[in-house]
């Protein structure tokens, strides 16, 4: 844990908290005028973010899924079986994503084309905002993450 101190402008002292947020886990902001009172001095307790937990491989992730044509008939299955609005829940959205990443697996060793793996992605994204996540990387590993603990769960 440490201290940091910034001077800075008034305008500018929801822009540096964002930021020191953004890149440390932080206390909140101790605000004191400079002594000329022009400026602000801010103090923030901060850390360093946790190290996540390495990303698992997609054959780490997989290694207990069904076949590719078994999670295709379950996926059709389910969306077919509920009305579209019903927003179907974690597992359908989960289980959909992993078998879109996959299948873009599949056709990058290929060399196809990058569709697939765009609406992997775009896949991984609902389940990032079903899950209220904020992730901030590919978000193909947090679906390899999230499937690998929900089929060692099963």
């Known amino acids: 844990m440490f201290e940091i101190r910034v001077i800075c402008d008034p305008a500018d002292i929801d822009r540096v908290s964002r930021a020191l947020t953004g890149a440390f886990d932080t ?11 022009k400026r602000t001095r801010l103090y923030i307790t901060a850390d360093h973010f946790a190290e996540p937990e390495p990303w698992p491989t997609p ?3 997989y290694t207990l899924a069904p ?8 996926t059709a299955r389910t969306a077919a079986d509920r009305p579209f609005y019903d ?35 775009r896949a991984a994204q609902r389940l ?8 901030t990387s590919e ?11 929900w089929a060692k769960n099963q």
Do not use: C
Request: net charge negative; hydrophobic share 40%; glycine share 4%.
């Open 139 to 149: 978000p193909r590993h947090y679906v390899r993450q999230q499937y690998a603990a």
């Open 59 to 61: 054959e780490e992730a």
């Open 87 to 121: 927003g179907l829940n974690r597992e359908f959205w989960l289980r959909k994503a992993a078998l879109l990443d996959r299948i873009a697996l599949s056709d990058e060793a290929d060399s196809a084309t990058r569709d697939a793996a765009d609406l992997a992605t």
């Open 67 to 74: 076949s590719i044509v078994s999670e295709i008939g379950w």
């Open 27 to 37: 206390g909140p902001a101790r605000q004191y005028p400079t002594h000329d009172s």
């Open 128 to 135: 990032m905002e079903l899950d209220n996540t904020a992730v």
